[in-house]
């Protein structure tokens, strides 16, 4: 497989992330059906999180392999491990640490009740309100945006095993992992605008937001063809891991207000059973 079929065909499994990504702006959808949403996307996301781990610990475990059998040095291993640690620790701490800064502070002045600046108190409340409700819609954005970024660092791995395939000349393995990419990523526009709740993003939004999360899908197989870097690889499984868990918790606890745990808990299982589904195309053709 040539060069530019490998990065086109890693361009359009990528992309189609954007078949999830519409159903964000449907204002038809009761509270009931998005919590099941962001539940779903959940479920997809915990997938991913197992899936990013598991190839980044395997990348670890060979490397153990190779020290036991006096192939490669333990400086080695310590590295991969320190590696792996300190990704997952940037994509769940870190993002956390920035979360916390760019969040808006500030505390609400309460009304004070009757006299002649009711009114005016009231006008001011309004005021505070509107800027809270501003603040809550950019916060919610900001969390579909950080999704979307954890997951193109997820596709951005999922792009280097197309390019790194197609090198090998394993042509059916790439194309097994093309298609099998291409259905799981079809999924993953669920997880980004499911935690949005009441937001309805623009197109433009939705527009970024798929390019941040399937972009790396062509990123990756560009740089998967050129360059094979195991540390490379499992840098970015492990803040990959990190920055997924850290979102898994933020929908979690911003959907707990809205009830409906049992229906949560089902969608949970649906998402993460339709990753599974997905994931087989893959591991069927060795991927």
Avoid: C
Avoid at 132 to 137: G, K
Avoid at 222 to 232: E, I
Avoid at 254 to 277: C, K, P, S
């Amino acid at each position: 497989m040539s060069f530019a079929q490998t990065v086109t065909l890693g361009a359009l499994a990528g992309l189609t992330i954007y078949i999830g990504l519409p159903i964000g702006r449907l204002r038809l959808i009761s509270t009931r059906g998005r919590v099941a949403l962001a539940m779903f996307s959940v479920g997809v996301l915990a997938f991913i999180f197992v899936d990013v781990l598991s190839h980044g610990i395997s990348i670890v475990d060979v490397a153990l392999t190779a020290v036991k059998q006096h192939h490669d040095s333990l400086a080695y291993l310590i590295w991969l491990v320190a590696l792996f640690g300190g990704g997952f620790a940037a994509g769940s701490a870190g993002l956390a640490t920035l979360e916390r800064r760019m969040r808006p502070t500030g505390a609400r002045t309460p009304p004070i009740a009757g006299g002649a600046g009711a009114t005016a108190v009231g006008g001011a409340e309004a005021d505070s309100i509107a800027l809270e409700l501003d603040a809550s819609r950019r916060r919610a954005l900001r969390t579909g945006l950080t999704i979307a970024a954890a997951i193109g660092v997820h596709n951005f791995a999922e792009g280097l095993a197309i390019g790194v395939s197609a090198r090998a000349g394993a042509i059916s393995l790439a194309t097994v992992l093309i298609i099998g990419f291409a259905l799981h990523n079809a999924t993953e526009g669920f997880g980004i605008v499911g935690p949005l709740g009441n937001v309805r993003p623009s197109w433009r939004w939705l527009g970024l937001a798929g390019l941040v999360s399937g972009g790396p899908t062509f990123l990756g197989s560009v740089v998967g063809y050129a360059v094979t870097s195991q540390p490379l690889e499992l840098a970015f499984y492990a803040i990959a891991g990190g920055a997924i868990l850290y979102v898994i918790g933020e929908v979690w606890n911003a959907m707990r207000r809205y009830g409906h745990r049992e229906l949560g808990l089902l969608m949970i299982t649906a998402g993460f059973l339709i990753g599974v589904v997905t994931d087989l195309v893959v591991t069927y053709g060795g991927g």
